[in-house]
């Protein structure tokens, strides 16, 4: 591999990578909006819906490492195969566990989604594992972006998978995994087959050339840097994941108390999956934008915009937060908020580890990023029904105000 052929072996890889994640975000979207809805469901109890998203992210957790130590000697290809034949098995579960009405085992499959959304994670980091230094930002961005048409698929798909559940006669709320099924298949195969030369693999190799190394950035190891931007990414994820997680039970109790017995299913569906499909646009739609202005303005400049973002979000559920309108808007700001500060900060971990540190930090940041959301969305019922939606939108400003305050840490200086 020569550094002429860079460029060119990155925008295939790039592509790749994003086909890849449209297909993914398809699985990701429906679980996001029906995961609440069947905890709730199956177990009876509002106060425990949180463990959906909880158990999400406690099972990409769990494979965040193991997965990017399976990176760093396999590479990129065969751990992306490997988080969606669990995301596969994973949705099989789920549709078992509906059909049984198996609280404890619905959630078992949920995390073994998780795992599978693990390797979706992961594909942002491939991303930037030959970028050019200067347009890290930017490719990052793009295969981020990319989850916007799987993710604003799925939540959209719940009325006609219902329907389409009906008809083969699946367990409620569990059509849509029927779309999930067939794009995690593909997702699979498209990485197994296309990915090739692995793009880990061939960055290693090149950083083990003094030559050649130079192609890829900086070898300076910033670790006080990375562990900033390690903070950063988590606590983002864990003020999104929060709040986001409890939103399809505050919209169902908004739905039903507007309208008391009449209120259908469909109706707290179709509500709940327009706000959660504006939600992921937001999460995903910008991405390159943000991106581009981390290349250009600075990886923390960036970072601060997310979080300023996210403060106008939860002053919209603190104070809005029993209007639907005012939910939507809170819930599209705190997904571009999420998306500045994510991808700001994914580019800035990159560029502060060295080639051959990237892949174990990578792992450390998505596994910490996952627990605490997991921990954020689990007491976020527990939040939610003692102290309401606003009273969550306050917790959650906290971890917003600590990431301002930290921002110094995450400057680069030169060596």
Do not use: C
């Amino acid at each position: 591999m020569t550094a002429e052929a860079l460029p060119g072996l990155q925008r295939r890889t790039v592509l790749i990578l994003s086909l890849g994640q449209v297909l993914g975000g398809i699985a990701f979207g429906a679980t996001v909006s029906l995961g609440a809805l069947l905890a709730a469901d199956l177990s009876g109890d509002d106060a425990l819906s949180g463990l959906a998203t909880a158990s999400v992210t406690l099972g990409a957790a769990a494979f965040a490492i193991p997965l990017a130590r399976f990176a760093a000697r396999r590479g990129r290809r065969l751990s992306l195969t490997a988080g969606n034949l669990f995301a596969l098995i994973g949705i099989g579960v789920v549709i078992l566990a509906a059909a049984l009405r198996v609280f404890p085992l619905l959630l078992v499959g949920i995390i073994m989604i998780g795992m599978g959304n693990a390797g979706n994670l992961q594909s942002r980091f491939a991303a930037t594992d030959l970028a050019a230094p200067e347009h890290r930002g930017r490719d990052l961005s793009i295969v981020v972006w990319s989850t916007t048409i799987g993710g604003v698929t799925g939540p959209l798909l719940l009325t006609p998978g219902e329907a389409l559940g009906q008809m083969v006669g699946m367990p409620p709320l569990t059509g849509a995994y029927l779309f999930s099924l067939v794009a995690q298949a593909t997702a699979l195969v498209l990485y197994l087959v296309a990915l090739r030369p692995d793009p880990l693999l061939t960055a290693l190799n090149l950083a083990s050339m003094p030559s050649k190394a130079a192609a890829l950035g900086s070898d300076i190891d910033r670790p006080i840097t990375a562990r900033y931007a390690i903070f950063a990414v988590s606590g983002s994820h864990a003020v999104m994941a929060s709040v986001m997680a409890m939103t399809p039970i505050h919209l169902s109790h908004m739905a039903h108390r507007a309208g008391g017995d009449a209120t259908t299913s469909t109706d707290v569906t179709l509500l709940v999956g327009v706000t959660i499909a504006l939600h992921v646009a937001g999460m995903y739609g910008l991405s390159p934008v943000f991106g581009i202005l981390a290349d250009r303005w600075g990886r923390v400049r960036v970072v601060l915009l997310g979080q300023g973002m996210f403060v106008v979000s939860l002053l919209f559920a603190i104070f809005a937060g029993e209007n639907a309108a005012g939910v939507i808007v809170a819930l599209i700001l705190l997904g571009l908020g999420w998306s500045a500060a994510t991808v700001a900060g994914a580019a800035l971990l990159t560029e502060s580890s060295t080639v051959q540190m990237r892949p174990r930090r990578q792992g450390l940041s998505d596994s910490l990023m996952s627990l605490t959301a997991a921990a954020g969305a689990a007491g976020a019922g527990l939040v939610l029904t003692q102290f309401g939606y606003g009273g969550l939108g306050v917790v959650a400003l906290v971890i917003v105000i600590a990431i301002i305050v930290l921002s110094p840490l995450g400057r680069i200086r030169e060596a």
